[in-house]
């Protein structure tokens, strides 16, 4: 094993984080990405930034026709759950107390 002190390392060799592109986007849809998803984290700020870049990528590669059926046809909305019976009261420790 070589001895180096970190003084030595040049800057060149130390691997920089780079960001993913799975999409293959061009510096400039980059760059229009990230400014539409700030301003869009801007303007909704209690939706979290990655579903509103989940939101970006689905209509940038998504066929306008499938985007417009979703949204005509509430499919984001899913399916609804099954119906609960609840008959009401006030619970305390899983016992019903009373049921008025």
């Given at each position: 094993?070589?001895?180096t002190?970190?003084?030595?390392?040049?800057?060149?060799?130390?691997?920089r984080?780079e960001?993913k592109?799975h999409y293959n986007?061009?510096?400039?849809e980059?760059?229009?990405r990230?400014?539409?998803i700030?301003d869009?984290?801007?303007?909704?700020?209690?939706?979290?930034?990655?579903?509103?870049?989940?939101?970006?990528d689905?209509?940038k590669?998504?066929?306008e026709?499938?985007?417009?059926?979703?949204i005509?046809?509430?499919?984001?909305?899913?399916k609804?759950?099954r119906?609960?019976?609840?008959d009401?009261?006030i619970?305390k420790?899983?016992?019903?107390?009373?049921?008025?």
């Amino acid at each position: 094993m070589e001895n180096t002190d970190l003084a030595e390392v040049k800057e060149e060799e130390i691997p920089r984080y780079e960001e993913k592109n799975h999409y293959n986007y061009t510096p400039l849809e980059i760059a229009e990405r990230n400014k539409q998803i700030r301003d869009a984290s801007k303007d909704y700020p209690t939706i979290p930034k990655m579903w509103v870049e989940w939101a970006w990528d689905m209509l940038k590669n998504m066929p306008e026709e499938e985007v417009k059926k979703i949204i005509n046809e509430r499919l984001w909305e899913g399916k609804p759950t099954r119906k609960r019976d609840y008959d009401g009261g006030i619970i305390k420790d899983s016992l019903v107390i009373s049921s008025e």
